[in-house]
């Protein structure tokens, strides 16, 4: 099992930025592929950007590229988001969630792909 607990939310102005955190615990020595995922008020969740466990793989949203960077430090078991520019309409829960991948080298979009999920941390963006 892998726990994971994701902090850095909160409410802030447009313009401004937040580094999200997803600190993993329990089997946290497999190699594994990490997802950020979102999901605003009324809407389904989606993804939002992936890291293999290598780290030299990411892949990203469109609606987010160029603002949003994914980062993972191993050594730590934790991964990164972070978010530039904030929008309002970035504003929901950001989960992240992991699977484990044996090449090290997968990233995914999908959330049904996903075996672990942390609970969220809101992020609220005002305008």
């Known amino acids: 099992q892998v726990q994971l607990v994701e902090s850095g939310g909160g409410l802030v102005q447009a313009g401004a930025s937040l580094r999200l955190s997803c600190a993993a615990s329990?089997?946290?020595?497999?190699?594994?592929?990490v997802g950020w995922f979102r999901q605003a008020p009324g809407k389904e969740r989606e993804f939002v950007a992936g890291?293999?466990?290598?780290?030299?793989?990411?892949n990203y949203a469109d609606s987010v590229k160029g603002r949003f960077t994914i980062s993972r430090v191993n050594a730590r078991n934790t991964v990164f988001l972070q978010i530039n520019s904030l929008e309002p309409e970035d504003t929901a829960v950001y989960y992240c969630a992991s699977v484990w991948d044996r090449s090290g080298s997968g990233t995914y979009t999908q959330s049904l792909q996903y075996q672990y999920w942390g609970q969220g941390t809101r992020v609220t963006v005002s305008s």
């Open positions: 329990g089997r946290t020595a497999s190699s594994n592929a």
């Open positions: 890291i293999s466990w290598s780290g030299r793989i990411t």
